[in-house]
């Protein structure tokens, strides 16, 4: 059985920074596409970042140079790294594996 358990929200002031960490079980984030999603209320999930299993790497255009994703096969993590945050990256974020299974969210508020 797949979970993802993600971690690492919170409430951080404009120009900030935060790690949310996906620790997976059931499956190994080496041999398939990891991605983060985020869903502001009253928005779409739209998705923020990905990883494949070559470590290729996608962005959406909003979060390019500001986040980044990563990947610790050894603890079967993926990681998105968010600096420089803005309010209008308050959002719910979510964890995805092979675009099938999902996590349980992790809240990320930016407001001064």
């Known amino acids: 059985q797949v979970q993802l358990v993600e971690s690492g929200g919170g409430l951080v002031q404009p120009g900030g920074s935060l790690r949310l960490s996906c620790a997976a079980s059931g499956s190994s984030v080496r041999f398939v596409t990891m991605g983060w999603h985020r869903q502001a209320p009253g928005n779409q999930r739209e998705l923020v970042a990905s990883?494949?299993?070559?470590?290729?790497?996608n962005y959406a255009d909003s979060v390019k140079g500001r986040f980044t994703i990563s990947r610790d096969n050894a603890k079967n993590t993926v990681y998105l790294q968010m600096n420089s945050l803005k309010s209008e990256d308050t959002a719910v974020y979510y964890c995805?594996?092979?675009?099938?299974?999902w996590g349980q969210g992790t809240q990320v508020t930016v407001s001064s």
């Open positions: 995805n594996l092979a675009r099938a299974f």
């Open positions: 990883i494949t299993s070559s470590g290729i790497t």
